[in-house]
């Protein structure tokens, strides 16, 4: 405006010259004044006059103009005025803004800081004045380093734009996650780089968290199953690539862990998973095998690039001996044996789930061969897993099939050498492969639960069986049940052997209820309380299978129980075996002080008989008198002696 208005003066001044010099050459002087208020006169002729008419209109339009001139020059002073003021507030709130916020924001061009605000300060550890020596891959992790610079250098282009989770390192050297967005934008012509970062690392920690316990043990700290199995997926990628090196599975078990638990108390069966997991960890292991705890007492070791399969063995007895060796925890020395079974890479395998359950499989079979065992899988465990999976699969249909019933093995005394009671013993007739062993069928009953439903079976038809002898005038005989771990914690045991009774109408007095010393000792407290509550109504208990737990015999007199019956495995023994006298004797001894009858289980000759009455032994259960009879033959037998 201003030189437009300039302009129009001086087109006016030329154009009045221009005018002047032409309308006469007599002309000398023109005084014209250039601060406009000046009038122009020209002495003499008409032309001269008009013409001085004419430049005084002229000049009173150009004072006009100018007057306008000026007035638009205030208004545009005052905007600018305006503006610039609105400038200053916006540029300080912009600064506010910047100064106040939590992410760092800041202004980069050719790899230099340009502008910092507080917050990248306070994220990087960095003044202002050391940022701006520095570029961003100076503050980057190496981990991220190089995606920063490429993403940097694509990015330049005119608004291009990135959003990336890094990792800085802090002045003092701490790592940092951000969340850094970077946007290319031109400032002045050039292109410079407006960056935030926000930080994110209490996030990522507590992402990290997550993520490592979705992975981990949280009692051990070990890999846990979900990670194993990914792990065991690559090492079996990669035995399928390379032919020459191979990968093995090891499937650990503590011998005896659930006993120890449940009576040192989970405190301490806790602190010895974790001290048997620093074992399994510690440098004796090769760095590259991964230990993995599977929950409770179950291990899980990968053994990778194994040039020949029995150096797994190998590892598996230096594992058995490092865990063999006494763990001491809260002044308890606790020597523990561990069941180990091991599956090697084979070709056939399909899924890396196969290898495991596969070691998973030699593992049962080891411990089925006793304590401290290890056994390889091989392909003939199939069969046998294929034969345990028919027999849970037929099990489940026996007692809808009715093929189930009950033996009952005579009791005698043997003082007076009558039949004084009976212990009732499952049978299952299977349609194909005839009598099979409750040995065989108990185990898979507990473990799949399916022993709930077999055991209320078999105590209803006691309890029927034994009220219609009592009722048809035979002597008043008691039988005895066996109830299994899972059948003795089934919370309805108490209300079904109620039912039972009064559904039958027998007495509980002619019942009693055996445990063995393993199922008895798995909670203390559990046990005594429900023997309490039944002990109450009438029933009594009895200890089976006493001696082969671990117990020792100053817990009989925790339980309320009435009978105490000694294993046949001492029994077996006598009587020259000096270890089985003198464990029966010391049994007689106690039980006897504590008012407890003494059952011996398994009696099969004369000398075994002889020596148990010299010890005073109460009742005599074995084939030397009976073996477990038909219901219709021991009423026979009740008549007889009648
Ligand atoms: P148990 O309760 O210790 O039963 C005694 C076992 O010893 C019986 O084996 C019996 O037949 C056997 N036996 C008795 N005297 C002799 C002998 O002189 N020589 C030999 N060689 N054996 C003798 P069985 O009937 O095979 O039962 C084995 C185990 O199965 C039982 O051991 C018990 O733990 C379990 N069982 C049997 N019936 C039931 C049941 O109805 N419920 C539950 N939960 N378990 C049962
Ligand atoms: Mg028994
Ligand atoms: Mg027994």
Known sequence: ???????????LEKQVLSRLSHLSD??????????????????????????????NRMLAALEQSELELQKARNELEIRVQERTAALTESESRFRALTESTSSAIFIYQQ??????????????????????????????????????????????????????????????????????????????????????AFDITDRKKAED???????????????????????????????KRYTDKTC?????????????????????????????????TSKQFRAADTVARLGGDEFVILIEDLQNPSQVIHVSKRIQQEIGKPFNL???????????????????????????????????????????????FDSSMHADVAIRLKLESDLRHAIENQEFKVLFQPIISSETRKII????????????????SPVEFIPVAEETGLIVPIGEWVLQSVCQQVKSWHDTGN?????????????FRDKNLVMLIKQTLAKSSLSPIHLVGEITESVAMQDLDYTIKVMNILREIGLRFAIDDFGTGYSSLSYLNKFPISTVKIDRSFVKKLPNDLNSTAIISAIMTIAHKLNLKIVAEGVETEEQLAFLQSQQCDEIQGFLFYKPLPAEDLVKLLQKQA
């Not at 005084?31 to 009038?39: E, N, P, Q, Y």
């Not at 608004?159 to 031109?186: C, H, M, P």
């Not at 997550?210 to 199995?229: C, I, Q, S, V, W």
């Open 26 to 55: 007599s002309v000398s002087y023109i005084g014209l004044k250039r601060d406009h208020s000046a009038r122009v006169s020209i002495p003499g002729k008409d032309e001269l006059g008009n013409l001085s008419h004419e430049i």
């Open 248 to 280: 093995a599975v090891i499937f650990m078990d503590l011998d005896n862990f659930k006993q120890i638990n449940d009576s040192l108390g989970h405190t301490i069966g806790d602190k010895l998973l974790i001290e048997a997991s620093k074992r399994l």
């Open 209 to 239: 968290r997550l993520l490592y316990d979705a992975f981990h043990d949280a009692l051990t700290g070990l890999p846990n199953r979900n990670l194993f199995m990914e792990l065991v997926g690559r090492a079996f990628e990669r035995a």
């Open 475 to 487: 002597s008043k005989i008691w039988v005895s049940v066996n109830f299994s771990a899972r059948q």
């Open 421 to 436: 009671g009976a212990e009732s013993l499952i049978r299952w007739s299977h349609p194909t492969r005839g009598m099979v």
């Open 111 to 196: 790899n230099k800081f340009l502008y910092v605000n507080p917050a990248t300060q306070k994220i990087t550890g960095y003044s202002e004045f050391e940022l701006q020596g520095m570029n961003i891959w100076d503050l980057t992790h190496p981990d991220h380093r190089e995606t920063i610079k490429q993403r940097i250098q694509i990015q330049q282009k005119p608004r291009g734009v990135f959003r990336e989770e890094v990792k800085l390192i802090t002045k003092q050297g701490e790592i940092r996650w951000v969340d850094f967005t970077a946007a290319s934008i031109e400032l002045a012509g050039q292109p410079v780089m407006l960056g935030t």
């Open 330 to 376: 809260d002044g308890h020395e606790i020597f523990i044996t561990t069941a180990i079974g091991i599956a090697t890479f084979e070709n056939s395998y399909n899924h890396p789930e196969e290898m495991l359950r596969d070691a998973d499989t030699a593992m049962y079979r080891a411990k089925s061969n006793g304590k401290g065992q290890f056994m390889l």
């Open 1 to 11: 405006m201003r030189h437009a208005g300039q302009c129009f003066c001086i087109l």
